[in-house]
């Protein structure tokens, strides 16, 4: 920091105005008129900081004493001050001239020469200049501590600030001012330990010189905090006599910390309430304590912060403080004014909060977004639209303007303006995962799969980058939820979804939507490994009661019923079956001690009253009738939805099976088959129309058994390969796996010509079935009546390939034998060796068994009784596939201060 010349000071008993008078009045001199001018310039400069006026008065005691080289350098000091460079530097070069003519020293002014010289970008000029006449050590300390400045403040070049920081301390070892501003050079390269060495140096300086060092202090318990030992540096500043002010400072660093690393927002209010004790007039601490209850949902509490930091910004003001410096924070407070204003429904009240950040500040661009933030919630799509331009007016690159225009173009179903907009934010930002994602998830939605599968994989690449760069999270608190959710749902990678869900668990142990992922997951997994099975099965269980938890508490904090919790929270008890008798506790504004109780019902009455236009509650309550096998309400739910998004094709399918659970084949067929012709590869919808083929093959078209193979082969077929819109899990795959075999079967039973091959596929899709899910006890039934059928069809097969042929073979026997001793009894013998009768009976009856043996292969085609095998059917109905990102936060609160 740059140290001003102290200059000598009258501290008259009279007014200089009426010290002015008596002199003029006097037979004052001209050396006595120049110190009486210089000392009030002086005065006008150091205390009342009135740079016009101290000008003023120095050209006034020139004037009176025009060798008054000090005079000079004053004059240089206020021109400095009142942005004069120009005039500042020929000031400074008259102060030298008049000393070097009168034979005087004037460091001073070389020292203010050479740091204006350096502010217009002549530094390494400047220090020649400086080290080439003389100037004593003091003064090219503090040269070198004035370019560290420039290159610290203005430049960020920490390295470069330290090298001459470490110059100014070489020609001032006693400047404990060096060693503070050589600390803060090394705490932004990150070196810790050569920071706090910097800062207590300082500090035995100062004892040494009887000064105060607080903000040393201060740093050196920022600092030992960023090592990870807050404790220490509290106790640290509060127990050496820091300035009040400086210990605030410090508990708002910790809070900080605690808010933007740890996520721990409760404890960061605690921090920043601290601090506001120590300096109630600091608006930057109500500011950040506002910050630290709106992430906590207590919006109310939060207003009156933000109306706090406005109320003290207002008073810092009005008490000298320049407006200019401190009117950007609170144009904040405003705007973190307004976004707490919205969860509220208090929408009016939050425009007016953004309009008035935009008439302080025209180019806020904070304020524009958030205003389009309002009309996107309000649906008025054009008036969004146009905010966001002006905030792109502002703020060209602004990733967020982009984002949010891809958002309202995708509830416009203008999909190709959607995907232009997400791509326009990854011009900007080409890191950018969620954008990709939303790109990938539009295709998805829209049944293009292999397209959709091409944008995953890129959205998978961005999020490993993201992992290793380690900002993940930063992005956004669910980063881990969506990178595992594709691993597992889109691409079928349990391991690798369960690490990084594994990841994201450790890093925010609170996020429910890890959690349930994870008991999703590891309920999948125990299907697959049976020899952890129960274990596996337990731990699901255990991530969806905590999961369960944390949203309960959530919903019972916060000050308003939080539409997306309380989604989240009916999501998960229907995908757990846990909604017969679950009762959900909501935050209570009469008796807040006391919560609301609602029961799973009333939940979902709550929901629809508060989200009356969305698909998502009006298809969780579809779901609800549909678990509760109400197919007929269900419907109707699922119609709703569609009329909000009539592009999601889950949602669609889930009314197709309705209909199929209400034996409405031919509209479960209909529905299906329009499905299809949109998205080929849905593989729910190839199973679904399987299902159809064979309720009505059953009624009264066994031909259908046909088509339903088809379809079932082709559903197996896209889930292996992974071309279609879902990757089987093994119970799935056993589901449909045990449906082929059935289908197999039947056309097997239907067929006169049949062959033992039909049913070696179906045995080998039931074992496959059993295999995959031991649970289906029916394909392990199945299993073992087609071992017995196809052991009946293995001797009948010996019969039907030997017995015609030696039947007739031995009839032939009988027949020629008898002829040949019927004609040598008559015609050879004397004695006959066969009479007639047995002669007739033998040869007729020979005749007869070769007949019979001719047409026997067609007498064993006569069908035995039929195989009977028990249905199963396959449960599709599940919550939309869509998990579009759509960064819902309110663009208002900026950098902490």
């Known amino acids: 920091m740059l140290q001003e010349e102290n200059h000598t000071n009258n501290d008259p008993v009279k007014s200089y105005t009426a010290q002015e008078q008596d002199l003029l009045a006097s037979t004052a001199t001209g050396e006595e008129l120049y110190h009486f001018y210089n000392s009030w310039g002086n005065e006008l400069y150091n205390i009342d900081k009135d740079y016009e006026a101290a000008e003023r008065r120095y050209r006034q005691a020139i004037q009176h004493h025009p060798d008054a080289f000090i005079s000079y350098s004053n004059l240089g000091l206020a021109l400095q001050k009142l942005g004069k460079p120009g005039d500042a530097v020929e000031a400074f070069r008259k102060s030298i001239e008049i000393a070097d003519r009168l034979h005087q020293k004037n460091d001073a002014a070389w020292e203010h020469l050479c740091v204006e010289m350096g502010a217009r970008g002549e530094w390494k000029k400047a220090e020649e200049l400086i080290l080439g006449h003389n100037v004593a050590n003091l003064h090219i300390s503090r040269f070198y501590n004035a370019w560290g400045n420039h290159l610290h403040n203005a430049g960020a070049d920490y390295a470069a600030a330290e090298h001459k920081y470490r110059k100014a ?91 933007i690393t740890k996520k721990d927002y409760k404890a960061a209010e605690e921090k920043y309430i601290k601090a506001t004790e120590f300096n109630p007039d600091s608006y930057v601490d109500y500011r950040n304590l506002g910050l630290s209850l709106q992430a906590q949902k207590k919006y109310t509490e939060s207003i009156a912060s933000f109306r706090k930091a406005g109320e003290v910004y207002k008073k810092v003001v009005a008490n000298g403080a320049a407006k200019s410096q401190h009117e950007s924070d609170y144009v904040d407070a405003l705007s973190d004014w307004g976004s707490s204003l919205i969860p509220l429904g208090e929408l009016e009240e939050a425009k007016q909060k953004f309009n008035e950040c935009i008439n302080i500040n025209p180019g806020y661009a904070g304020a524009y977004e958030n205003l389009a933030f309002i009309m996107h919630k309000e649906k008025k799509y054009d008036e969004s639209l146009a905010y966001l331009n002006k905030a792109l007016q502002y703020n060209p690159d602004s990733t967020w303007a982009y984002f949010r225009k891809a958002l309202i173009h995708e509830e416009r179903k203008q999909y190709n303006s959607a995907i232009a907009s997400y791509e326009r934010v990854l011009e900007k930002d080409p890191s950018d995962a969620f954008a990709q994602h939303n ?91 049976n020899a952890e099975r129960a274990q596996m099965l337990w731990q699901s269980r255990e991530y969806l009661v905590e999961a369960r938890n944390i949203i309960q508490n959530k919903l019972i904090a916060a000050e308003i019923t939080d539409v997306s919790l309380l989604t989240d929270m009916v999501q998960l008890l229907l995908e757990s079956n846990d909604f017969h008798f679950a009762t959900i506790l909501l935050y209570n504004r009469d008796d807040i001690h006391t919560p609301l109780k609602k029961k799973f019902s009333e939940v979902l009455e709550l929901l629809e009253e508060r989200s009356p236009d969305s698909a998502l509650v009006k298809a969780l309550i579809g779901i609800y009738h549909s678990r509760m096998e109400d197919y007929k309400k269900a419907a109707v739910y699922f119609k709703q939805s569609l009329a909000y998004n009539e592009d999601d094709i889950t949602i669609w399918s889930n009314l197709a099976e309705t209909y199929l659970n209400q034996q409405l084949f031919e509209l479960a067929y209909k529905e299906y088959s329009k499905i299809l012709q949109k998205a080929e590869c849905h593989v729910e919808s190839l199973i679904g129309l399987g299902e159809c083929c064979i309720r009505s093959a059953e009624k009264d078209d066994p031909d259908l058994y046909d088509a339903a193979l088809r379809h079932f082969n082709k559903a197996l077929d896209l889930s292996r390969t992974g071309e279609g819109s879902k990757v089987l899990h093994n119970k799935e795959k056993s589901a449909l796996l045990y449906s082929r075999g059935f289908v197999t079967v039947q056309i097997y039973e239907s067929r006169k010509d049949s062959s033992a091959t039909l049913l070696i596929k179906a045995l080998s899709d039931f074992k496959e079935s059993y295999k995959l899910d031991k649970d289906r006890y029916k394909a392990k039934i199945a299993c073992d009546k087609i071992k017995q059928r196809l052991s009946l069809l293995s001797s009948k097969r010996t019969t039907e390939k030997f017995g015609p042929g030696l039947i007739f073979f031995l009839s032939l026997f009988v027949f020629v034998t008898i002829q040949v001793l019927f004609f040598k009894s008559y015609f050879f013998s004397q004695k006959a060796i066969i009479d007639f009768t047995a002669y007739s009976l033998f040869t007729f009856g020979s005749i007869v068994f070769m007949i019979a043996a001719l047409y026997l292969p067609n007498v064993l085609k006569l069908k035995v009784a039929g195989i009977e095998l028990e249905k199963s059917s396959i449960d599709l109905i599940a919550v939309s596939g869509n998990l579009g990102i759509s960064r819902d936060v309110v663009m208002s609160a900026n950098s902490f201060s």
Do not use: C
């Not at 903000?215 to 318990?221: G, K, L, Q, S, T």
């Open 169 to 259: 301390i070489s020609y001032n070892p006693d400047s404990f001012i060096d060693y503070k501003n050589l600390g803060l050079a090394l705490q932004m390269q990150n070196k810790s330990a050569e920071a706090i060495a910097a800062f207590r140096q300082s500090i035995d300086i100062a004892g040494q010189q009887h000064e105060k060092n607080d903000y040393a202090w201060e740093y050196i318990a920022v600092e030992s905090g960023k090592a990870g030992d807050w404790e220490n540096g509290e106790k640290e500043i509060t127990s050496n006599n820091v300035a009040p002010q400086n210990i605030s400072r410090f508990y708002n660093a910790w809070g900080n910390s605690l808010f």
């Open 439 to 529: 790109i990938a998830n539009i295709y998805w939605t829209l049944g293009s799969y292999k397209k959709g599968k091409e944008k995953w994989n890129d959205t998978v690449r961005l999020y490993k980058r993201w992992m290793t760069e380690k900002r993940g999270i930063d992005n956004d608190d669910n980063f881990y939820f969506y990178y595992g959710w594709i691993l597992n749902e889109i691409f079928g990678s349990k391991e690798e979804a369960r690490s990084i869900l594994k990841i994201g668990l450790a890093a925010d142990s609170k996020n429910h939507k890890i959690l349930y992922a994870l008991a999703t997951l590891y309920k999948q997994v125990s299907d697959e490994d």
